[in-house]
């Protein structure tokens, strides 16, 4: 079945950096786009971006241009996701969440399924 | 703040029908998708593209876009429909995407 597995929970210091891994299995991992999403405590969801099926092309969220690296082996079908310069509101479950897309009547809409089981990162001195 | 906008929380009687609505300009150009999430788990998709239900999601769950809103509708409404619920779609700026803020869903 298509599942998403992603790395165990983090504590990092403020400052710090994190990578959180998501392994694919179950379907054509080149063939789809992954999106990274995080929810912070007691907050909604937040899209963090993209990384494209090749894995040549990203897009982020402004707010974290800069912080944020989206990366992807191929050979072994994980998605990667480092922020960096971590401090206390970047502590968060992070997501990763396969993207699909399709148009109907002339009208594009695009879904992730499956999720990751999420990773929880915790920043805390 | 999001670019899409739910009310932070709603509520509806055991059986009875709710709906759930997510406003946006964007939604004017592309269709939403509608995420579950009950706590302590990762979100899960229920609605996709106009009307999709994935497999295994009741058909008390449907979907409908009209002008610059997507809504959520759950007829017969169920005790373990209570969950938060979020729109997805582009964002405004057509080169990103972006959440709703999410919709507390209580069933009485």
């Known amino acids: 079945q298509v599942q998403l597995v992603q790395s165990g929970a983090e504590v990092k210091r403020p400052g710090a950096s994190v990578k959180v891994s998501c392994k694919a299995s179950g379907y054509t991992f080149t063939r789809y786009y992954m999106h990274w999403v995080r929810q912070a405590p007691g907050q909604g969801l937040e899209w963090m971006g993209l990384?494209?099926?090749?894995?040549?092309?990203?897009m982020y969220a402004q707010k974290l241009q800069g912080r944020v690296t989206m990366t992807r082996d191929t050979s072994t079908s994980t998605d990667y996701m480092e922020l960096s310069s971590l401090g206390s509101e970047d502590t968060a479950v992070y997501y990763c969440a396969r993207d699909n897309s399709n148009t109907v009547a002339g009208i594009m809409g695009w879904w992730l399924d499956p999720w990751g089981q999420g990773t929880l990162v915790t920043v805390a001195s | 703040s999001s670019e899409l906008t739910q009310d932070p929380a709603v509520s509806v009687a055991l059986g009875q029908t709710v709906r759930i609505t997510c406003q946006g300009d964007s939604l004017r150009s592309y269709y939403a998708s509608w995420y579950q999430q009950k706590p302590g788990q990762a979100p899960i998709l229920v609605i996709y593209?106009?009307?999709n239900r994935p497999s295994g999601i009741p058909d008390r769950f449907s979907g409908s876009n009209s002008g610059n809103t997507a809504s959520l509708t759950i007829i017969g409404a169920q005790a373990e429909d209570e969950a938060d619920y979020y729109c997805?779609?582009?964002?405004?700026?057509?080169?990103?995407?972006?959440f709703g803020g999410g919709t507390k869903l209580t069933v009485l």
């Open positions: 593209v106009k009307n």
């Open positions: 997805f779609s582009r964002d405004s700026s057509d080169t990103h995407w972006a």
């Open positions: 990384i494209n099926p090749s894995g040549n092309y990203t």
